[in-house]
Each structure stands twice: as structure tokens, then as C-alpha cells.
């Protein structure tokens, strides 16, 4: 475990992430129906050229997804999961070098997409799966462990809590524990709040407010946020792709409360505004992130 607030980096598979600035993860969704750009990138053609432009952009890693979570998206078959996947996780390896997440909930889809370079297992599920802390286990790749109040289905039809940082408090740090027990090096765990899982806009602005008190159990943050319902509250923008200044805003603010890794659509835009927020955080002496 690392101090929160301290210079540290990720464990992958194959190398070390330094997170001693924000890193910036890519999304890179394979999906017909993802909330803000499905079925846009289904071809690995179309899908290689996305992930090379958000690279140049900045982006430190691609996150690969194959099933949308949006709020009351249904699962999909293994297969069909497997064949949106694996092929670009390939691609993005074999061809850009890219350092590759894959965002999944099923232990072969972790296997499979490991076994084709993926470095990193990007879990809305928290390995909580049958199999899934396994198969993470036996990868030997780093993973995000994030908190989810119900399934995609239905998190969003009555969530509720009594304290909710407490709550996802207490169960990202059951999971990072079932991690260690597993074999899973601290340094290779990322912790996630799950912004918009299963919360309702009032749990989703309390955990931002306090995200401080999250980072200090004292593992790297990942938040995404980016165009999410959230900033279209926040903004009065229905159109997900109109949430582009919110979702830039919200990332800056996160950055400053202890994110490490900032999971988003926008890359240039984010790029750009930490790295005025950087250059000035040290011609004023402090450390960035």
C-alpha cells in the first residue's frame, strides 16, 4: 500500500505506470450501444485509428470495453463479448504498443484479452464474479476494483444509502483486502468510487466532495466521470457529447483531490487543462498530483 498523497506508481504486468502526475486512460468502447459513443468504433480498423488519435493526445492507456454499463444495459454472451475484444486488444499491443485495459466483468473475457497484452483488468464488478478474482489473480496484471450499488440493469431505479463514503469506503477496502488475499500486489490495485453506479446525483456530488478521504486508503484513485449523466445535470446538456467543458472541469477538480488516473472520452481536453493546472501548481512550488 502507498501513502496517500506521495509519488507512487502501478504495477502492470510488464512495466510500471509512474503516477507521480495525473495519467490519463482512454476510453476506447467496442459496443453498439455505450451511452455517449456506441457503435462507433466496432471495426478494429475504426478502433486503432480512435486509440492512436487519444495516444498522440496524451492518453497513458486505452481501456477496452466490450459490454456497455450504462444504466439498464443487459449482459452479453462471452463470445460475442470475446470477438469485440480480443481482436483490438491485439491490435493495440501488436501495432501502437499501447499499454491496454480491459474493461470486464467475466473471468474468460480477463483471460483472453490478458493473454492478447492486456495489462491491466478494469472491473465494475470488483472481481466479485465467480471466477473473476482468479482469473486476475493468475494473470499477473494489474486492476481496478470499482463500487457498483446493484448490476447495470437496475442500479439507477432506487439507490440508497446511509453514508455513502463511508459505504464505498468500507467495501473498496473488502476488496482490495480479497485482492491481497488472493495474491494481488498492493501495487498493482486501483481503487474506483463508480461515479454514476448505482447513485443518485447527490451521492455522486457528496463522494466528489470528499474523494479526499477515498484516496487516503491509500491505493491510486481512478475516477471517470466523463460525460456521464452527472454533468448533464450539472450542465443542463442532454446531449452526451455537448458534456465535454463539465466533464474537463469535474476531471481538474478530481486531480486535486487525490486522482491518479482520469478515465475519459475527452483526452486533448484534458491534456491541455492539466497541463496549465500542472505548470502552475509548480511555478507556485507545490507537486502537482
Request: contains cysteine.
Amino acid at each position: 500500500m502507498v501513502v496517500a498523497g506521495e509519488a507512487y506508481s502501478l504495477r502492470l504486468k510488464r512495466a510500471r505506470l509512474t503516477l507521480a502526475s495525473p495519467v490519463i486512460m482512454g476510453i476506447l468502447n467496442v459496443t453498439p450501444d455505450s451511452f455517449s459513443d456506441g457503435g462507433e468504433f466496432l471495426s478494429v480498423t475504426r478502433a486503432l485509428e480512435h486509440a492512436r488519435r487519444m495516444l498522440e493526445a496524451g492518453a497513458a492507456i486505452i481501456d477496452v470495453g466490450g459490454e456497455s454499463t450504462r444504466p439498464g444495459a443487459s449482459s452479453v454472451p462471452v463470445e460475442e463479448e470475446l470477438a469485440r475484444t480480443v481482436p483490438v486488444v491485439r491490435a493495440l499491443v501488436e501495432e501502437l504498443g499501447a499499454v491496454v485495459s480491459i474493461d470486464t466483468s467475466k473471468p474468460e473475457v480477463m483471460r483472453a484479452a490478458v493473454e492478447a497484452g492486456a495489462e491491466l483488468i478494469n472491473d465494475v464488478n470488483a472481481l466479485r464474479a465467480p471466477g473473476a478474482l482468479e482469473a486476475a489473480a493468475e494473470s499477473g496484471v494489474a486492476v481496478c476494483l470499482m463500487h457498483m450499488q446493484g448490476t447495470p440493469r437496475d442500479m439507477q431505479q432506487d439507490p440508497r444509502y446511509r453514508d455513502v463514503v463511508a459505504e464505498v469506503q468500507a467495501f473498496l477496502r473488502e476488496r482490495a483486502s480479497a485482492c491481497l488475499e488472493a495474491g494481488i500486489p498492493a501495487e498493482s490495485i486501483v481503487l474506483d468510487p463508480g461515479f454514476g453506479f448505482g447513485k443518485r446525483l447527490e451521492h455522486n456530488l457528496t463522494l466528489f466532495r470528499r474523494l479526499s478521504e477515498l484516496a487516503a486508503i491509500g491505493y491510486p484513485l481512478l475516477v471517470g466521470v466523463s460525460r456521464k449523466s452527472m454533468v448533464g445535470a450539472l450542465t443542463g446538456q442532454d446531449d452526451p457529447r455537448r458534456r465535454v467543458y463539465g466533464s474537463v472541469a469535474l476531471a481538474l477538480l478530481a486531480v486535486q483531490r487525490g486522482a491518479s488516473i482520469l478515465r475519459v472520452h475527452d483526452v486533448a481536453a484534458t491534456r491541455e487543462v492539466l497541463a496549465c493546472w500542472e505548470a502552475i501548481e509548480e511555478k507556485e512550488g507545490g507537486t502537482g498530483a
